[in-house]
């Protein structure tokens, strides 16, 4: 077996806990996560740790984004890959406690709203597309966009509604209900 492994892998916006589970299960078996280009996750061969993989969503412009990554490395973070604004960060366990990027629920909330952020403005477009179209339109190729654009607002709208039912779960937990 070599010393890199690529593992295609798809997950939705809401399963991000679950996902970083995953990398910190393969970082326990000695693959530590390299880098990430869409759906192809690289890893490389290492020892086996106790790792926490946590993922952050912001758009980040010029000067922002050294600052950014020294405010996570001087939390102890080490900075892996970014992928479609996705920043993907790691850090040992500690005693088995595997760290947080945000401990408190208005930032864990927040992260969530930047996404919505992205959703929202691209599902109404793709709303106004659809209803602006008129049904007679005899223009070939808006027959076969019209079901690519169906499909894209049913995905964002679940996405969406997935999305908002996860900023409740998470203010929920924090009240403890």
């Known amino acids: 077996m070599g010393d890199t492994r690529r593992v295609l892998r798809f997950y939705w916006v809401w399963e991000d806990a679950r996902e970083e589970a995953w990398r910190s299960t393969m970082a ?3 693959w530590h996560l390299e880098r990430v280009i869409i759906v192809c996750y690289t890893f490389r061969r290492g020892e086996p740790r106790a790792m926490s993989y946590r993922l952050d969503y912001r758009r ?6 050294p600052e950014y990554l020294a405010l ?6 080490e900075y892996v890959n ?4 996705w920043h993907y960060f ?3 366990a500690e005693d088995g406690h595997l760290p947080e990027i945000y401990t408190d629920r208005a930032s864990r909330v ?4 930047r996404v919505l952020g992205l959703l ?10 659809i209803v602006t179209q008129h049904p007679n339109q005899s223009h070939w190729y808006l027959w076969g966009i019209r ?4 499909g894209a607002v049913i995905l964002l709208g679940y996405a969406v509604v997935r999305i908002l039912f996860r900023i409740g779960r998470i203010k929920r937990e924090c009240r403890g209900v």
């Open 28 to 30: 326990a078996e000695g």
């Open 72 to 77: 996570f490395r001087d939390a102890g973070w």
């Open 90 to 92: 790691r850090s040992p």
């Open 147 to 150: 079901p690519l654009q169906l």
């Open 110 to 113: 927040e992260k969530y709203r």
């Open 120 to 129: 929202l403005p691209l599902l109404a477009m793709n709303l106004a597309f």
């Open 60 to 65: 980040l412009r010029g000067a922002e984004r």
């Open 82 to 85: 970014t992928m479609a604004n």
